[in-house]
């Protein structure tokens, strides 16, 4: 179970990028979150990730706070952020090195199997596509077994091709252990598509604003009516979310909350 | 190379070899290059043998080869051009050694940059030939002033490229190496090190351009053995032809003092070499 508990944060400009964000999330759960630009979107996940820490509030994972980046928690950026200077298979097995090498390779190998690459772990990452390189990142955080996996808007950058097979890999490594995802992104679609439970921001601060009901089933039925309609319900939110009066004088995002 | 580095060795060893020397093989396309500098020389020989130029001034090839063949032959060009490789390897070491300390320091601390930076700045304003008086001063006309003279040379572009590299390394990349729970150490040598590394062989290879060009001067200054005396030598005694067979011996060492720094770090930087051969494979 993943607890945050009056999240909050202000950035020493002044800015306050998160107010009060308060969510349990059952292990498993597939969570998205949406909203507009400056709804602290990416500051919620940098402070789970242990890369900022918060001003007010907490995260727990399973009773214990974290406040610096865990083992038990991977994160996926907006870019594939590879290191180039390691082949696909070094860069999947770069948090491994406690494991022997036989059981590191073993792992990088199923990885690169189950995301349709088997046969690049030697290739550059200059080598491979956004797409391609994007499913590396995603498997490098996935082959350490985190049991909370963050996403930052990890398929924006992506055709709409590429990122529909993406949420199929997504959903199939999901499946092997069943992480935890907390999902940030502007899609709806993809909200739908992916999540368990979707929650609109609010910005300026950032806090949450209202969680419309899914009633899906998986695989989703992407042409059928419910989704058509959970998508609704969720822009009707996210229009609500985008009008409703501020309480704290708006302040313009600054860049302070850059990935 | 830590045991997660090595994860792949297995999964690499079945792809093609990549950035092999075979590869490099000079093409004939390369061979161009050749062609204007020998149809100059072959011109010039030409001229010289119908006497329609003064060889006093600029001898022709023949001669200039003549000459370089005897000083072979003699063992002085050994004598000359280990005497210059020496001082250069000497002051390129020391120089190249306090660059990369002092470039990594101001680099990754703001403090040590805000300290040490300006100092270091004003005195890479001073034209590092100025210093020469002052280190014949302080260190006689002997080996020691010549070596620190070309350390000096060495010194500045080293510096200011590690200290550059060390600064932009992406901050992305390092946040990657936070999710994983890098310490410093580990940080530094899995992270930054490789980040900077092709900046830093950049920032070798034009300070080891700067050795040889300090160690003509120092040896200009006074030697009794060395390149720069040969140059010297062949100035006062009116031999022309010693002064251009220095010359080339100087281009040759040079050449390949470059390029044996550049495969010495070519097997650490396969990665940046596979553009080419990223299409031919995709």
Known sequence: MLRL?????TYPNGTQALADVTLDVPQGEIVAFVGGSGCGKTTMLRLIAGLEQASKGRVELDGETLTAP????????QEPRLLPWLTVAQNIGFGLSA????????????????VGLAG????????????????????????????VLLLDEPFS???????????????????AHKPTLLLVTHDVEEAVTLADRVIVLQPKPGRIFAEPTLDLTRPRDKVGHDFADAKRRILAALDGSLQAPSP??????IAGAWW | MSSADTAASRSRAAAPPRGGFAARAPSPRALLGLLLPLALALGYEIAFRLGLVEARLLPPPSRVFATLAELARSGDLLTHASATLARVFAGFVFGAVAAILLGALTGSSALARRLLDPTLQALRAVPSLAWVP???????????????????????????????????VDRKIVEVGRVFRLDRVALARRILLPAILPDVVIALRSGLGLGFMFVVAAEIMGASEGLGYLLLDGQQLGK?????????AFAVLGKICDGLLAAAARPFLRWQDSFARAGGEG
């Open chain 2, 134 to 168: 002052l280190f014949i001063m302080w260190f006689g006309i002997f080996e020691t002033s010549k070596v620190t003279l070309i350390a000096v040379g060495v010194f500045f572009p080293v510096y200011l490229g590690v200290m550059g590299a060390i600064a932009s």
């Open chain 1, 120 to 147: 690049y772990g030697g290739r550059w990452p200059r080598e491979l596509s956004g797409g391609q390189a994007q499913r590396v990142a995603i498997v490098r955080a996935l082959v350490a077994r985190p049991k």
């Open chain 1, 70 to 77: 865990h083992p038990a928690v991977g994160v996926i950026f």
């Open chain 1, 99 to 114: 494991l022997s090498r036989a059981e590191r390779e073993a792992r990088v190998e199923e990885a690169l199997l189950r």
């Open chain 1, 5 to 9: 508990s009056g999240l909050s944060k």
């Open chain 1, 248 to 253: 704290t004088r708006p302040r313009e995002e």
């Open chain 2, 240 to 248: 022309a032809a010693q002064i251009v067979a220095a010359l080339i």
């Open chain 1, 157 to 175: 950058a992506l055709d709409a091709f590429t990122r529909a097979s993406l949420h199929e890999h997504l959903i199939g490594l999901w499946e």
